[in-house]
């Protein structure tokens, strides 16, 4: 079946280290994107990545990074910059051309600190 | 920029009852869409209902359907026959024509469908 994975499930970070979330989809969608949840702000968008090689910030990019350099995968690193990254993140993924797309979405993971 | 409000955090509804969830939106765009998001639980995304802002009629999926008020820029989701597997947290999203197909979401509102 396609879809979008997510792993881990749950992960920790130590103080002052960088650790990195995976995102996979099989679905042929060019588009992918990374958000964060928090409790009563609903999702924010961190980045997002329309072709192979190319992506844009979100509106709350900081502290983070990304890498597109294949199509079916978007990993997300949290570096260490990052001071409060305990949160749900979600990946998705989107036909583009099309505006009334909707975006498909992994089962998430969920970040904590140690 | 684009932002969605969603001004019920948390909503309850007995099973078989009908609810509307509301959603306001703030855009200069005269081109958009529309989406209406269901987190259960599990925390899994799944879409419930899209509206083109284009489009006059007002969006229906099964039991779900959405009242588009463009000149007020308001788009509620209505469950009809609501089911005690509707309980979930509901996002309203907001999509601009041609910019990239990035979302704006709504802070949400807290469903629980009682017995």
């Known amino acids: 079946d396609g879809g979008i994975t997510q792993s881990p499930k749950y992960l920790f970070r130590k103080e002052g280290q960088n650790v990195t979330l995976s995102c996979e989809q099989n679905l042929n969608h060019d588009a992918m994107y990374w958000y964060r949840q928090d409790p009563g702000q609903g999702l924010r968008l961190i980045y997002y990545?329309?072709?192979?090689?190319?992506?844009q910030k979100g509106d709350i990019a900081e502290g983070y990074s990304v890498s597109r350099e294949k199509k079916e995968s978007f990993p997300l690193t949290v570096t260490s910059a990052q001071k409060n990254p305990t949160a749900f993140y979600l990946c998705a993924s989107s036909i583009t051309g099309f505006g009334n797309q909707p975006q498909h979405f992994g089962d998430g993971t969920r970040l904590s600190i140690l | 920029a684009q932002t969605v409000t969603q001004s019920q955090p948390e909503m309850s509804v007995q099973e078989a009852e009908t609810v509307t969830l509301s959603c306001t939106y703030d855009?200069?765009?005269?081109?958009?869409?529309l989406f209406w998001y269901k987190q259960p639980p599990s925390r899994q995304m799944i879409l419930v209902i899209r509206?083109?802002?284009?489009?006059?009629q007002n969006a229906t999926e099964n039991r779900f359907s959405v009242n588009f008020q463009k000149a007020a820029k308001s788009f509620s989701l209505k469950i009809s026959d609501s089911q005690l597997g509707d309980t979930a947290m509901y996002f309203c999203?907001?999509?601009?024509?041609?910019?990239?197909?990035?979302?704006?979401f709504g802070t949400g509102t807290q469903l629980k469908v009682e017995l």
């Open positions: 855009t200069s765009e005269s081109n958009y869409y």
């Open positions: 999203a907001f999509m601009t024509a041609g910019g990239g197909n990035k979302l704006t």
């Open positions: 509206q083109e802002a284009y489009k006059q």
């Open positions: 990545s329309q072709i192979v090689n190319d992506f």
